[in-house]
């Protein structure tokens, strides 16, 4: 029987339920670890990757490699969630701010991506870029 990741530490439940309070976010290793510093925890970042990776692998946590200068987002995905719509981003060029957008419209376009031009698109690894509401609003003072 293989156990890697099956192996369940009281460090791992608490990120399990850290990540639930914050599903439908997209966070990093620093917010994890950062969440519980706050909250005066000993979890080392070491032991946040890995156990991010671990759920990644048990397909608990989803993971986004949004470019190659910002680090891995991770995503909650509670079990009723899976296989319910795909997650694309949306970056701004100025600010950095990270958009994820669940919505049917982007299905629709993968669907026509892949009817229309042959060509399966990974929502994972799909990102817009662009300017935010923010920072587009900048240039019109």
Known sequence: MNSKGKYKTKQREDIVEY???????HITVSDVYEYFRSKGASVGQTTVYRQLERLVDEGLVTKYIVDANSPACFEYMPP????K???FHCKCEKCGKLIHLHC?????MMSHMKLEHGFVLDPKRTVFFG???????????
């Open 85 to 87: 719509g795909n997650c």
């Open 19 to 25: 990540l639930k309070t914050v599903s439908g976010e």
């Open 80 to 83: 009723e969630s899976h296989g």
């Open 104 to 108: 049917e419209e982007m299905d629709e």
């Open 131 to 141: 300017l935010c509401d923010e920072c587009a609003g900048e240039g019109k003072q």
